[in-house]
């Protein structure tokens, strides 16, 4: 069996990507020791009774103290307060990551707060279902996944060869990004879906002209692969749309452009031009399959309890 990557591993929050990175952890023996860090004592219990951890803690502080890599999985708002926690007993060569959806704005939070000779080189998994909680993990989250870095300048080598090398170990595919690209790149391919998807199933709720037994009775069709979107941690959510403003309304406005467009089509009678835009967006979802991340597989009326396992939803 090979050595471990990682002497300590500390995971403060732990949840769907905290409590998946445990199991991955465990399972690969990539760490001799995980820590768990999270604030609520029930969720820590929880942790415990799943076996998840090694040891455990409500204190970031001690958590960080004896961590080779310190791994922060908490909604990006509470980034900074994180830092905070650990900045007194990280210590020196430590290597300090993150999983959130936005990287500029953690940046900024944390950033300033990382004691130097700490490596804190930010990340984030693009990975995920609905679900959240210790519960919600497994294993498998990261296989064939893509994990963005975005190292800052004059990040040591050793250090992001180390944080890329624990990506893969995972089963992740690992990119680097400029923390402005990925928050950009983020904002359509991700926050921008999980907005719609709010909104669509919030304006369904609202009308009253179509009761609540109707959606769910006919939410084989669209509807439903909306639901599970928004069904997903309102708390992440908010932080991510507080965070990501500034790229998130840039995409919105496009998408509002882009709708009237549609609107427009649609009343004025223009077939060839929603055959032209139809066909390009098939192409789209052949493009997703054919890079291995979704299956080609038909999943309208599925029975949920028998067939519907984990997939990706960031």
Known sequence: MSEPLFNTVALIGIGLIGSSLARVIRERRLAETIVIASRSEETLARAR???????YTTSNGDAARDADLVIVSVPVGASGQVARD????????????????????????????????????????IAGTEHSGPDAGFATLFEGRWCILTPPAGTDAQALAALTGFWQACGSMVDRMDPDHHDLVLAIVSHLPQLIAYNIVGTADDLETVTKSEVIKYSASGFRD?????????????????????AILEMLARFSEDLSSLQ????????DKLFDLFSRTRQIRRSIIEAGQDI???NFGRHVATTDGPDGAE
Do not use: Y
């Open 264 to 271: 427009r089509a649609i009343r004025w009678g223009d077939g």
């Open 296 to 298: 080609d597989a038909p």
């Open 49 to 55: 009774q799943l076996e998840l951890g090694d040891r």
């Open 86 to 125: 650990i900045a007194g007993t990280v210590k020196p060569g430590a290597i300090v990551t993150d999983v959130g959806s936005t990287k500029k704005s953690v940046i900024e939070q944390m950033q300033p707060l990382i004691p130097q000779g700490v490596h804190f080189i930010p990340g984030h998994p």
């Open 226 to 246: 909306f639901t599970r979107l928004a069904a997903s941690d309102p708390t992440m959510w908010r932080d991510v749309c507080l965070n990501n403003k500034d």
